[in-house]
């Protein structure tokens, strides 16, 4: 997909050229999951890396990836790319777990479908924290997030 700055009223036109900018008029939110990685975590994830158990999900809305992206800026977060289909960062789980275990940012509790949505069994329908995998994460270990765009 080529990138290219546009106005944030163009319906047309929802990405600009930095990920951390998207940006579209009406969009749903983002589908967001935090996975353990399957080489246990030793080293980041890149954006190719197979997921591990899933730690947390959750839908939120346009400006869900605000907290990611402010993790990348200080460090503390690899922000993989991926322009929303999907996006991916790795983070540490000391940086993750004591915020998603709080209640992650701009989480819905229940999250929001269109009428023309296809749900399988697989949409949990809800904010989810696996509380004993995440008990299972050593500050150190390297986690990957896996953010979709749902418009």
Same mark, same amino acid.
């Given at each position: 997909?080529?990138?290219?700055?546009? @106005?944030?009223?163009?319906?047309? +036109?929802?990405?600009?050229?930095?990920?951390?900018?998207?940006?579209?008029?009406?969009? $749903?939110?983002?589908?967001?999951?935090?996975?353990?990685?399957?080489?246990?975590?030793? *080293?980041? =994830?890149?954006?190719? @890396?197979?997921?591990? !158990?899933?730690? +947390?999900?959750?839908? %939120?809305?346009?400006?869900?990836?605000? &907290?990611?992206?402010?993790? +990348?800026?200080?460090?503390? %977060? $690899?922000?993989?790319?991926?322009?929303?289909?999907?996006?991916?960062?790795?983070?540490? =789980?000391?940086?993750?777990? !004591?915020?998603? $275990? =709080?209640? !992650?940012?701009?989480?819905?509790?229940?999250? /929001?479908?269109? +009428?023309?949505?296809?749900?399988?069994?697989? &949409?949990?329908?809800?904010? $989810?924290?696996?509380?004993? *995998? %995440? =008990?299972?994460?050593?500050?150190?270990? &390297?986690?990957?997030? /896996? %953010? &979709?765009?749902?418009?």
């Amino acid at each position: 997909m080529t990138s290219r700055a546009t @106005s944030r009223s163009s319906p047309i +036109a929802p990405f600009t050229s930095n990920v951390s900018q998207l940006y579209w008029q009406g969009m $749903l939110g983002w589908h967001i999951t935090v996975f353990r990685q399957t080489n246990s975590g030793v *080293e980041p =994830a890149t954006f190719d @890396s197979k997921t591990g !158990p899933r730690i +947390a999900v959750w839908q %939120a809305d346009y400006s869900g990836l605000n &907290w990611f992206n402010e993790l +990348a800026k200080q460090d503390k %977060a $690899l922000d993989l790319g991926g322009a929303g289909y999907p996006t991916r960062f790795s983070a540490q =789980a000391k940086h993750l777990m !004591p915020t998603i $275990l =709080a209640g !992650p940012p701009s989480a819905r509790e229940v999250w /929001v479908s269109d +009428a023309t949505d296809i749900l399988t069994s697989q &949409w949990v329908g809800r904010t $989810l924290v696996d509380h004993d *995998e %995440a =008990a299972n994460c050593g500050e150190e270990e &390297w986690l990957l997030v /896996v %953010a &979709w765009d749902e418009s």
